[in-house]
């Protein structure tokens, strides 16, 4: 069942699929943004885990009525629809995902580098902090610059 799921990731979904798709999509979405919710008002003793889970919960919540009303209208639908199969868009977000593993392995260097002759360390929290905000910036300017460029 599994080499099955894998097997149809790189087939080409026909339009109903891909509506149904994004359904199903947004709904685990905001299963997830419920749960994340209920956990950020739980977590009590760490303000920092639960700022983060209460942000993410409001980020998830926007994907998943984003992708409900993209699955709603069927103009909008149809756009995404041909944007997603775009040989472009497809060179463009390969381009991008590699570009992004070279400035992440480029921010572990320095980030290296700056331990090894400054002696700057940074704790884990922060160190996480860099990485993701490294991984989500750098994506969506990256993606933005190869947008124009390519």
């Given at each position: 069942?599994?080499?099955?799921a894998v097997?149809?990731?790189?087939?080409?979904?026909?339009?109903?699929?891909?509506?149904?798709?994004?359904?199903?999509?947004?709904?685990?979405?905001?299963?997830?943004?419920?749960?994340?919710?209920?956990?950020?008002?739980?977590?009590?003793d760490n303000?920092?885990?639960?700022?983060?889970?209460?942000?993410?919960?409001?980020?998830?919540?926007?994907?998943?009525?984003?992708?409900?009303?993209?699955?709603?209208?069927?103009?909008?639908?149809?756009?995404?629809?041909?944007?997603?199969?775009?040989?472009?868009?497809?060179?463009?977000?390969?381009?991008?995902?590699?570009?992004?593993?070279?400035?992440?392995?480029?921010?572990?260097?320095?980030?290296?580098?700056?331990?090894?002759?400054?002696?700057?360390?940074?704790?884990?929290?922060?160190?996480?902090?860099?990485?993701?905000?490294?991984?989500?910036?750098?994506?969506?300017?990256?993606?933005?610059?190869?947008?124009?460029?390519?």
């Amino acid at each position: 069942m599994l080499l099955k799921a894998v097997a149809s990731w790189n087939r080409k979904k026909s339009f109903e699929e891909y509506r149904r798709y994004l359904l199903r999509l947004s709904y685990f979405i905001l299963a997830l943004s419920g749960l994340s919710l209920v956990l950020a008002s739980l977590i009590r003793d760490n303000d920092f885990a639960s700022g983060l889970m209460l942000g993410g919960s409001s980020v998830s919540l926007v994907f998943a009525i984003y992708y409900w009303l993209l699955s709603r209208q069927p103009k909008r639908l149809k756009a995404a629809y041909i944007a997603l199969y775009d040989e472009r868009n497809q060179y463009i977000l390969r381009v991008t995902a590699v570009s992004t593993l070279i400035f992440m392995f480029l921010v572990n260097v320095i980030m290296i580098a700056l331990y090894t002759f400054l002696g700057i360390a940074f704790s884990y929290v922060i160190l996480l902090m860099i990485w993701l905000y490294c991984l989500l910036l750098g994506f969506l300017g990256l993606r933005i610059i190869f947008s124009k460029i390519l």
